[in-house]
């Protein structure tokens, strides 16, 4: 029995990374109705960045989360201008081929670079044991990561003033633009932030588990069940909806083979859409 | 006299329907300008225009002066050119108090947004005492001081609003044009899109009377009253 409760642990601690991710697709659609598609490939430059820098300057690997976070930032904003600002205010199709172009280019010259091959960060904090189980130390350093940063975006949203902006645009974009608020910056600023997102979360997964350039897709995935659970547009809540699912998947893996476990995870997906289409924290009448 | 803004010969549209077929307006620094007329002869279209959701397709936008007709609705705020659109579009998932934050968010607003917020709470105390409640939750009239008090927190040069009282019971009509009135004898220049064609007449200094796309009559606001054309068509007698 404490062999689940274990594993359920470790779940909450992997999921808390899967709803940082979440976040990032979340705030994208909520601000500006883009389906990012982009998604994955920015998680695995987020492993890959980690990786690189790892192999740079050998410090604590946590510390090497803020300049991922700030090279996701500026990607992200690279991306809006490439792909994503001719596409706003027109068919939601149009944002989901132009982002999944600049995913697959993405991934091809990832794959060219990296080849297909798995790697890891070589980087182990100490774990802590209790009774007969230990809960490695970059599990919980990973989780912590993501509830440190997850919070810092709430503050960030509520508490500032640009962050205020960011939701008067997600809200009504005309009436923003009427209160002298750039949309357009405002939108470059936002999509940063969600590819910022993603990049942290991918390098927080590449600190627990191997990977490859194509591993961003699974964790894409996730986000996107995360994302539904969630109710689309409600960063806030994908952060509790991914450790739910961590949750889930600690609670099944004792007893499942893991293969099993996406088949679970998009019937619950389907589940959710057909029954609560606006997810489970969200309003009947949103 | 000093005209706060003018436009000259403007048109404008929605896709391929032409809505205004060159308007020209001047309104006086310091006065209350109406414009009336019937639904759909381009009121808020012109409105519209002016602030830059809408493209002009032709003629141009002039703000004391300075011709902005090209430039975007943020950039005109940001000159304290203000409109308080047609049905409120409030923040709906921000609070009361973030709504008329989001109103002080301009550069200019900035510096003044403490005394603007102390008025919008004198003129408005309902604001106050729903000031955490999220907007959405508040009733059409509160919604409507919000949106004008919004608006107040933008520190106008011109005040363009949009159907003040639309929606609103008489009382709580007759009561904004009262705090319009107000804020016009404190100098502000304001212009009014209004469907109540007695009280618009009753309040203003200058009147426009658009019909389909044009402007078809003008002049002082108790001149255009006394007009038979304007009797029969908008006040009914």
């Known amino acids: ?286 | 006299m000093d005209l706060a803004l003018q436009l000259e010969n403007v048109e404008s549209g929605y896709g391929e329907v032409q809505v205004l077929w060159g308007i020209s307006l001047e309104v006086s620094s310091g006065k209350m300008t109406t414009i009336i007329g019937a639904n759909g002869a381009g009121k808020t279209t012109t409105l519209r225009t002016t602030m830059g959701s809408l493209r002009a397709w032709g003629g141009r936008v002039l703000l004391h002066g300075e011709d902005v007709t090209r430039l975007s609705p943020h950039a005109k705020a940001n000159r304290g050119l203000v409109l308080v659109p047609e049905g409120r579009q409030l923040f709906p998932d921000m609070s009361v108090e973030e709504n008329l934050e989001m109103g002080g968010y301009s550069k200019r607003a900035r510096k003044r947004q403490k005394q603007n917020l102390e008025r919008v709470y004198e003129l408005f105390p309902r604001l106050k005492e729903r000031g955490k409640q999220k907007s959405s939750t508040l009733s059409g009239g509160e919604q409507q001081m919000l949106a004008l008090g919004r608006g107040l927190m933008q520190e106008p040069v011109v005040l363009m609003i949009d159907e003040l009282s639309l929606g609103l019971a008489p009382v709580l009509a007759q009561q904004l044009f009262i705090t319009l009135k107000t804020l016009r004898e404190q100098g502000l220049t304001i212009v009014l899109v209004e469907q109540n064609v007695h009280l618009a007449l009753a309040m203003s200094d200058y009147t426009y009377v658009l019909a389909e796309g044009r402007i078809n009559i003008r002049g002082e606001s108790d001149e255009v009253a006394k007009m038979d054309e304007v009797r029969r068509a908008y006040l009914g007698r």
């Open chain 1, 1 to 286: 029995m404490s062999g689940i409760l274990a594993s359920m642990i470790d779940g909450l601690l992997v999921g808390s990374v899967y709803g940082l991710a979440a976040m990032g697709l979340s705030l994208i659609w909520g601000v500006m109705n883009v389906i990012n598609l982009t998604h994955g490939a920015m998680i695995a430059l987020g492993m890959f960045g980690m990786y690189l820098l790892f192999g740079l300057v050998t410090t604590n690997a946590y510390l090497l989360l803020l300049p991922v976070i700030a090279a996701g930032l500026v990607l992200g904003i690279v991306v809006y201008w490439m792909a994503v600002h001719w596409v706003i205010g027109r068919s939601e199709l149009m944002s989901l081929l132009s982002t999944f172009a600049v995913n697959m280019m993405v991934i091809g010259i990832g794959t060219t670079l990296f080849s297909t091959s798995p790697y890891n960060v070589n980087f182990s904090l100490p774990g802590i044991t209790i009774g007969a189980y230990t809960f490695t130390g970059n599990h919980i350093a990973a989780a912590v990561s993501a509830v440190v940063i997850a919070l810092a975006l709430q503050l960030f949203l509520y508490r500032t003033r640009p962050g205020k902006a960011i939701r008067a645009v997600a809200d009504n974009r005309e009436a923003a633009e009427l209160m002298g608020i750039s949309s357009t910056a405002v939108l470059t600023i936002a999509f940063g932030i969600g590819i910022a997102l993603a990049t942290a979360s991918g390098a927080l997964v590449s600190t627990m588990f191997p990977f490859t350039i194509l591993s961003g897709g699974a964790y894409e995935l996730k986000s996107f069940v995360v994302t539904v659970l969630a109710g689309l547009g409600k960063p806030a809540g994908a952060l509790l909806a991914g450790v739910l699912l961590g949750l889930l998947e600690g609670a099944l893996t004792p007893f499942i083979a893991v293969s099993w476990i996406p088949l679970i995870e998009f019937g619950l997906f389907v589940v959710v859409l057909v029954a609560l289409p606006h997810g489970i924290f969200g309003r009947a009448t949103a």
